[in-house]
C-alpha cells in the first residue's frame, strides 16, 4: 500500500509564500488523483486542490488564484505552492491519494486509497 508524507510546512509571514510537497513510497503513475487537504483547529477538514492523472485541476473557492497544486509521476511527488499567505491559512495540511475524484471529495480518511500525517502551516507576522 502507497504511503504519503508531507513536507515543507512552517512558520511564515503573512502575504508571503510556501510550497509544500507530498512524497510516496510507491508510484503514482497509476494513482488517479491525488489532493491536498487542510484542518485548522476546531474546524471541519477541507478539500483545497485536486489534480488527476491527465494534469486537470480542482480548486476550493478559497484558494483559487493563490495556490497551485501538481505533480510529478517520475518523482513520486505532488505539490502545493501557496501564494499570498493569509492568518487564515494557518491549518495542518494533509495530502492524500485516490483512483477516483469523488472519494478525494468526500474526504473520508478511510476511504481514501492513502493519506499523510500532515504538516503544520502558521502563518503569522
Known amino acids: 500500500q502507497v504511503q504519503l508524507v508531507e513536507s515543507g510546512g512552517g512558520l511564515v509571514q503573512p502575504g508571503g509564500s510556501l510550497r509544500l510537497s507530498c512524497g510516496a513510497s510507491?508510484?503514482?503513475?497509476?494513482?488517479?488523483?491525488m489532493g491536498w487537504y487542510r484542518q485548522a483547529p476546531g474546524k471541519q477538514r477541507e478539500l483545497l486542490a485536486a489534480?488527476?492523472?491527465?494534469?486537470?485541476?480542482y480548486y476550493a473557492d478559497s484558494v483559487k488564484g493563490r495556490f497551485t497544486i501538481s505533480r510529478d509521476n517520475a518523482k513520486n511527488t505532488v505539490y502545493l505552492q501557496m501564494n499570498s499567505l493569509k492568518p487564515e491559512d494557518t491549518a495542518v495540511y494533509y495530502c492524500a491519494a485516490d483512483k477516483f475524484l469523488r472519494v478525494i471529495i468526500a474526504g473520508t480518511w478511510d476511504a481514501l486509497d492513502a493519506w499523510g500525517q500532515g504538516t503544520l502551516v502558521t502563518v503569522s507576522s
Open positions: 489534480i488527476g492523472w491527465s494534469g486537470s485541476t
Open positions: 510507491a508510484s503514482i503513475f497509476s494513482i488517479d488523483v
